[in-house]
DNA sequence: CCCTGGCATAGGTCCGACCTCTTCTGCTAC
DNA sequence: GTAGCAGAAGAGGTCGGACCTATGCCAGGG
């Protein structure tokens, strides 16, 4: 195993056992009791809440007040938190992030028109017209309503269709902490032009061409870049931005 | 600030309490004992602990058993375990690694050359020079040395070059959670070529050539990728991968 | 001058008690 | 019979205090 984990520490060795014991449980199954488990394994409860705490921040872990703790398998969001507290330091992190998805999504998205499934695409496909229907019905509204828990982003399904591999999971992440600023910061006038493009993504990847769906998310990507730097100098983006995309689109 | 911070929990109390004081304090300084600490924030020390337990884990406090607790600013090392936990389920993950390093170091590279001083680009002649008398004076032995905590790797200095981003950071932490599978799985013959690649990414960095940064980089990363893949099937990976390095450099 | 030993202080672990929340169960009222 | 509420049971959350162990510092002896 990894040489960081071992140590003196007896929380390490409660972590690592715990993390055995997780490895070798399913999903979703639940921990005994913490009494129960301090004994079994040999230590304090003190000292096992602490490794179960940790293994909680690791996302491999659920803990739920009065109920019990859940094996869970970590998931991008879960590696969200770490990214987040270093993020919040840095003024740049949007711009940054934006880099970040300019390098890796468009690969992904050839990835994903390689192999994507007849339900990926379907599921792409549903992602889209949902997004078009809640752009017509909040398009006179300044703010967009809270989106559905339940309904999953372009960017996760792509990932799926992918595969989940670490650039996948990189992906999510950087969309999902660079979400909350580009809905505060970007005109809503901006969303038909985004949906559009994200449409000819999607429809690169059902047809299974790499190539096109790279450079429809080069595209997307681009135009984003464009409108959150003009932003970012107070000037109005709709224009430049939109010509960017046009020419392009030509 | 982030609104997955609060809750009716008192750790989270504590641990936003805590984050505020070290948000605050010099990089590098004492925290008050846990015991005073406590107090001073009205909960138990218990839930004091489990608080700095998790500021620790983010990498934004670093605990020293004896001594004390100490404000330290997050990098790419403290990132590294939530990341390793998630890697060590995954048997592909050297491969991920780098596809991951394919994807983000070619970039990296040609900001490096666009942006290097006189003071990055010495320090990468240094650390490849460094690179190039251990390989001398190691060569007849198995293993390689451990090797000086001093000494920053080529990649790191990269990324100061390039100025520290969110894809520097990145490119630090896949090359530290790659390494020990590179230095155990790869031929030590392979350190040599591996070297002068490296070197020749450097010069193209010194003479400020974006275009040759990326493309030396990129062909460094192929033979890597190709070597790993070799060794993978259990086939010697010298001729090969070789072969391959050659043709490029041709 | 260096080395050594011990003391003060810091974090690490344990214990046992109590609090709060969730869930389930069984009684009660409609 | 069913809907709804109250209580019990059991889970995690917090607490305070005791003791263990590692570190740093300093005094004393070589």
């Known amino acids: 195993m990894s040489q960081a984990s071992n140590g003196t520490r007896v929380v390490d060795q409660a972590r690592d056992a715990l993390a055995a014991y997780v490895r070798s449980a399913p999903e979703g199954s639940k921990l005994p009791p913490e009494r129960e488990l301090a004994q079994k394994l040999g230590v304090s409860r003190t000292t096992l809440r602490d490794g179960v705490s940790r293994l909680a921040l690791l996302g491999l872990l659920e803990v739920r007040h009065g109920d019990g703790t859940y094996v869970r398998s970590p998931d991008a969001t879960q590696l969200a938190l770490p990214f987040r507290s270093l993020l919040e330091y840095n003024p740049e992190a949007p711009s940054e992030l934006l880099a970040l998805k300019r390098l890796l999504e468009p690969a992904l998205a050839a990835t994903a028109a390689s192999n994507a499934t007849d339900e990926d695409v379907a599921a792409l496909r549903a992602a889209i017209q949902h997004e078009r229907s809640?752009?017509?019905?909040?398009?006179?509204?300044?703010?967009?309503p809270r989106r559905q828990p339940a309904r999953r982003s372009l960017e996760s399904l792509m990932v799926a269709a992918?595969?989940?591999?670490?650039?996948?999971?990189?992906v999510g992440l950087a969309t999902e902490l660079l979400r909350p600023t580009l809905s505060e910061r970007l005109p809503p006038a901006f969303r038909q032009l985004a949906v559009e493009q994200r449409g000819a993504i999607v429809e690169a990847i059902a047809i299974g061409e790499p190539d096109a769906a790279?450079?429809?998310?080069?595209?997307?990507l681009n135009t984003l870049a464009k409108a959150l730097d003009a932003v970012d100098q107070n000037l109005a983006p709709t224009r430049e931005a939109a010509g960017v995309a046009g020419a392009a689109l030509a």
Chains 1, 2 share one sequence.
């Open 162 to 170: 992918a595969g989940s591999s670490l650039v996948g999971t990189l």
């Open 134 to 144: 809640e752009l017509l019905r909040y398009s006179d509204r300044r703010r967009v």
């Open 214 to 220: 790279r450079g429809a998310m080069e595209l997307h």
